[in-house]
């Protein structure tokens, strides 16, 4: 079976062609640009390239970008009071608390002290209430580049059977409500399901962010199903593989997002787009 490739790194380019003009739009109407705002408590390899992409990519479109490095031994009370500062700061428009914290340090309490309104990776739980009631606007970067990328190559998902395989607050748990949004038959898959296979073969599409190395092969997949691997996990000699063992999976697959290259791309441009969002949300207000 000859597969699709999903590649997000052409929609992605098209995508920050996109973003850069409206930027220059709000900037031009508010007299200033959208800003984002980056909380990282430091000591994180991964987390440093992803910051980094992170600036570049404002740099290239005209966002304003704050880094608030935290040094690794800060406390709870601190984290939380930056989150605080931050959200209450009129100049900034979008805060992304950087994951992974160091322990003992907790993301789930530390988030409760972020606006939810200036929560662009949708990590709040009023942000995550909204979008399981479909009234979301701002939702998380990952799952949301994950539907850009059905979106763009024009898979449509109403009536279909689709399978998310794990059900972390950031990707699975959101994709799972984003499929369901766009009327897709769901169903949620985690580390307790009993023969993740057979719930697989009976899907059209399947959504994958696990952790787990080439944990679905080929023989799990229908024939002809959409794969969309958000797996990121770096190997013993650097590079980088999906949560699918792509080269089986693509024997059967009808399309297939290549790791790395397919949602990572994406992602990025996503958390932009989200701060776009809620900087037009929190000047339409204060002007109105
Ligand atoms: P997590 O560890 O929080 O959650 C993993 C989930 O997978 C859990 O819900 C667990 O129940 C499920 N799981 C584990 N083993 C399983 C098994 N054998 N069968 C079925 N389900 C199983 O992980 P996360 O933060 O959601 O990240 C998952 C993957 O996605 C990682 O590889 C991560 O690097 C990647 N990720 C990618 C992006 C991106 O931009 N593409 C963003 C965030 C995370």
Not at 11 to 35: C, S
Request: charged fraction near 15%; proline fraction near 6%; aromatic fraction near 2%.
């Amino acid at each position: 079976m000859s597969t699709i490739i999903l590649d997000g790194r052409a929609p992605a380019q098209e995508l920050r062609a996109e973003l850069r003009a409206d930027i220059a739009v709000f900037t031009e109407q508010y007299t200033h640009p959208p800003q984002l705002a980056v909380v990282q408590v430091q000591g994180d390899a991964a987390s440093d390239r992803y910051v980094r992409s992170i600036r570049k990519i404002c740099n290239t479109t005209g966002m304003a970008f704050h880094l608030a490095q935290l040094p690794t031994d800060t406390t709870q009370a601190t984290l939380e009071q930056s989150l605080r500062q931050l959200s209450a700061d009129p100049a900034v428009h979008g805060v992304l608390l950087q994951m992974p914290l160091p322990a003992p340090l907790s993301a789930e309490q530390a988030v409760l002290h972020l606006d939810y309104r200036k929560d662009v990776d949708g990590i709040h739980p009023i942000s995550a209430g909204l979008l399981a009631q479909g009234r979301s606007t701002l939702v998380p970067n990952t799952p949301a580049g994950g539907m850009e990328l059905l979106h763009h190559y024009g898979i449509t998902l109403e009536g279909k059977r689709a399978a998310m395989v794990g059900r972390s607050a950031i990707v699975g748990r959101p994709m799972a409500a984003l499929l369901l949004l766009a009327n897709a038959t769901v169903t949620l898959c985690h580390s307790r399901t009993l023969d993740l296979g057979a719930v697989l073969r009976e899907c059209e599409i399947v959504a994958v962010a696990a952790g787990r190395p080439g944990l679905v092969t080929g023989d799990m997949l229908r024939p002809g199903a959409v794969v969309i691997d958000f797996g990121i996990n770096v190997q013993d000699d650097g590079s980088i593989t999906g949560d699918v063992d792509f080269a089986g999976a693509a024997e059967v697959a009808g399309a297939i997002t290549p790791v790395p290259g397919g949602t990572g791309p994406v992602t990025n441009v996503m958390l932009l787009r989200s701060v776009l969002t809620a900087a037009r949300n929190q000047e339409a207000a204060r002007h109105s």
